[in-house]
């Protein structure tokens, strides 16, 4: 089973920037963002496919950007304009079940990594 590393996270105030970093133990052909606030389910953020095609979940699009390194087995997110209900726990996902239309559902996912921290500040 592959192995996800996740970094990058801290803390920031609004409108700030912050980039986060998947690190994959082998080649994915997938990788999903999820999060997950304090006393909510865990939410689809963004995904990405071998081919680059993306995903977006309506409250990050156009203020968060998924990329690939395939060379480096590395996912990133790159969020920007940040706000405070971005604060949550921030996970990274791969080897997707389901079909693309699915991307950003938690059940689809097999394998997971520990989750990286955002905090954003008002």
């Known amino acids: 089973q592959v192995q996800l590393v996740e970094s990058g996270g801290g803390s920031v105030q609004s409108g700030g920037s912050l980039r986060i970093s998947c690190k994959a133990s082998t080649y994915t052909l997938d990788m999903g963002w999820f999060r997950q606030a304090p006393g909510k389910e865990r939410e689809g953020v963004a995904a990405i496919y071998s081919d680059h095609s993306t995903t977006y979940a309506d409250s990050v699009k156009g203020r968060f950007t998924i990329s690939r390194d395939n060379a480096k087995k590395t996912y990133y997110l790159q969020m920007n304009s940040l706000k405070p209900e971005d604060t949550a726990m921030y996970y990274c996902?791969?080897?997707?079940?389901?079909?693309?239309?699915?991307?950003?559902?938690?059940?689809?996912?097999?394998?997971w990594g520990q989750g990286t921290q955002v905090t954003v500040s008002s």
């Open positions: 996902a791969t080897d997707l079940r389901c079909s693309w239309g699915n991307a950003l559902l938690t059940s689809c996912y097999k394998s």
